[in-house]
């Protein structure tokens, strides 16, 4: 199992990015708000279907290279099983009543 380089500074990043590397689906889902939405490379995409592909059932992997001044988004060496290392780019929405994560979008760094 890795570990990320750097320990992202937001309580809720750091919770998806932790449970996102232990394979954890209950701490993963516990990150987010019930009604959470997330894109990939600027696509909508199903959270539920695209987690279990992308994360789960791939061996996802997140290695944090860098973040944000506020800590919602990250830089991140992302592999997984299915296509390798490939450095990513996170931004997280967080619901601040909850303290959860309300959407997230990804994809390619550039």
Sequence with gaps: MSTSVLRPSHPAVRAFVT???????DAFRAAL????????DGSERDLNEW??????AS?????VQSESADGLSLTVLYSNDTWGAMPTAWRFTVDE????????ETGQAS
């Design 97 to 104: 009543s909850t303290g959860r994560i309300s959407r997230f």
């Design 59 to 63: 061996n996802g992997q997140m290695d």
């Design 33 to 40: 708000t019930p009604d959470a939405t997330m894109s990939d």
């Design 19 to 25: 449970a996102v590397n232990a394979h954890n689906r």
């Design 51 to 56: 987690t279990e592909r992308e994360i789960f």
